[in-house]
């Protein structure tokens, strides 16, 4: 009797992103290829990607600072000392509009977090005294 042998076992691959978010590569309605459709779908998300990697030890522990001690350890996810803090990459277009709360003579509940400009040109401070 000739058995074969057994298939190695080899890890699943799974595509993690949502269908919105895959590439397509069949052909159009009109029977052209989307191959450039594609291909800037893929660099898009590359550039997701950079934008995306999270902000794990980007500023310093309060705690630490504070009292040179950390409840969290190592597990903080704020940086204890300056030589554990990574670098922030921001998108291109953080900071360039106005915070709607601020042009509206508003408080901004988010401060120095919120992803839109506080400080306000002449032209938008005329708008603002209208």
């Known amino acids: 009797m000739n058995q074969a042998a057994p298939a190695a076992a080899t890890p699943a691959v799974y595509n993690c992103k949502p269908s919105?978010?895959?590439a397509y590569s069949g052909l159009g309605a009109d029977g052209g290829k989307k191959g450039e459709e594609q291909k800037s779908k893929q660099d898009a998300a590359g550039e997701l990607d950079v934008y995306n990697q999270g902000m794990f030890k980007t500023e310093l522990?309060?705690?630490w600072e504070e009292?040179?001690?950390c409840p969290y350890?190592?597990?903080c996810q704020f940086a204890h000392g300056v030589s554990e803090l990574r670098p922030v990459i921001r998108h291109p277009r953080y900071k360039t509009?106005?915070?709607r709360m601020v042009l509206n003579?508003?408080?901004c509940?988010?401060?120095h977090r919120c992803h839109f400009r506080h400080s306000l040109t002449a032209a938008e401070r005329l708008l603002?005294?209208?």
């Open 128 to 130: 603002r005294s209208r």
């Open 61 to 63: 522990c309060n705690k």
């Open 20 to 22: 919105s978010q895959r």
């Open 97 to 99: 509009e106005v915070c």
């Open 67 to 69: 009292t040179g001690a």
């Open 109 to 111: 509940p988010y401060g």
């Open 105 to 107: 003579g508003e408080v």
């Open 73 to 75: 350890g190592d597990q």
